[in-house]
């Protein structure tokens, strides 16, 4: 049974391993071009004098924010090519030929012969998509330290342990469908737009509320700019807002803040109107901008933010990977019902 079925996946697997090494030489390329730039843009600009470390990691992040969008994209793509070219055919190919039958007929029961088909591919799904994530975390690691947040959608789901989670539900999901439907290109079509739907939606419907978050508040003053703020005012009659704040690192979870008076007063245009002015005098628009956080600063107003902190990154890690693992093992168990109630 088992070499039977390695001579049915034969084909497609080396298809697949083939085009993962070529994956792999690319990784391993710009993991070694990317510590190179680091080293010399980076750690030495923290060794020469006049040097502005900022503008050197913005450099260098524009430089290679192209490149690791695209090979963390390849990995992302695993998945539903798992599914789609190595689940969804397992066994349905074997009711479109009939094949199944000369199995079914040699003692060997169905359940274990259905085991045996998902024991090879499935293993193979899970020891490549895990070589691929680490050596991937590898090559863009430096990228990471400078962007410093492995929160963003692509970022967390194609580095640690989440991919292997989405390699095995795909797989699953592709036999399943396999399974049921008993041709192959509808299998094949079915797997790819649910792996496609699941691996979009998730990230935004459900992995924000795998921990509760938290929440707290921020005092406005002139270091707000910083992490990417702004007030934003609408009319006379409408309330100012604060936008974009972003802790770094933290999966942000309010991007669009009230901004309130000390007492917990929301603040209208009327409130800051005095900075406002203030800041129409101003020579400059940098002075001006100045003189607006100066100004509001004295007010002692805040906003507050909710969000995910940095240091909860592994914990969603482990809790995603879970929770594929059990998707998994639900597919798996409805596959092992119908095999014992589907026809010849």
């Not at 080396?14 to 071009?33: D, E, K, N, R």
């Not at 030929?97 to 088909?117: E, F, H, I």
């Not at 649910?194 to 002139?222: F, I, K, M, N, Q």
């Not at 999966?251 to 209208?268: A, C, F, K, N, Q």
Request: hydrophobic letters at 50%; proline letters at 4%.
């Amino acid at each position: 049974m088992t070499w039977v079925t390695w001579r049915q996946f034969r084909a497609t697997a080396l298809f697949m391993l083939a085009g993962c090494a070529v994956y792999a030489l690319v990784l391993w390329i710009v993991g070694y071009s990317m510590r190179h730039a680091y080293n010399a843009e980076i750690l030495g600009c923290r060794l020469a004098d006049g040097c502005k470390l900022a503008d050197e990691k913005s450099a260098f992040l524009r430089e290679y924010t192209g490149t690791v969008n695209a090979v963390q994209a390849v990995l992302l793509l695993l998945p539903a090519v798992i599914g789609a070219f190595w689940g969804a055919p397992l066994l349905a190919r074997e009711f479109e030929a009939g094949t199944q039958r000369l199995a079914w007929t040699q003692s060997v029961t169905r359940r274990r012969w259905l085991a045996v088909k998902l024991l090879l591919p499935g293993l193979s799904a899970l020891v490549l998509t895990a070589a691929l994530s680490l050596l991937l975390t590898w090559s863009v690691s430096r990228y990471d330290l400078v962007e410093g947040n492995r929160f963003t959608p692509l970022s967390f789901a194609s580095r640690g342990v989440v991919p292997v989670g989405y390699a095995l539900f795909a797989f699953a999901l592709g036999t399943t469908a396999g399974l049921f439907l008993r041709r192959t290109v509808p299998a094949m079509a079915v797997t790819l737009l649910a792996v496609g739907a699941v691996l979009v939606l998730a990230p935004e419907l459900v992995r924000p509320h795998l921990r509760p978050p938290v929440t707290y508040s921020v005092a406005y003053d002139e270091n707000v700019r910083d992490y990417n703020a702004d007030v934003a005012l609408g009319g006379r009659d409408h309330p100012a807002f604060i936008v974009g704040y972003e802790v770094p690192g933290a999966l942000m979870l309010s991007h669009i803040s009230d901004l309130r008076t000390e007492s917990g007063r929301l603040v209208y245009r009327s409130t800051i109107q005095d900075c406002l002015d203030q800041a129409a005098k101003s020579r400059s628009r940098a002075e001006g901008a100045a003189g607006v956080d100066e100004c509001m600063t004295a007010k002692h107003l805040h906003f507050d933010v909710t969000l995910q902190p940095a240091d909860r990154y592994w914990s969603f890690q482990w809790i995603e990977l879970g929770g594929y693992l059990v998707l998994t093992a639900v597919l798996g168990s409805l596959a092992y019902w119908r095999i014992k109630h589907v026809r010849a």
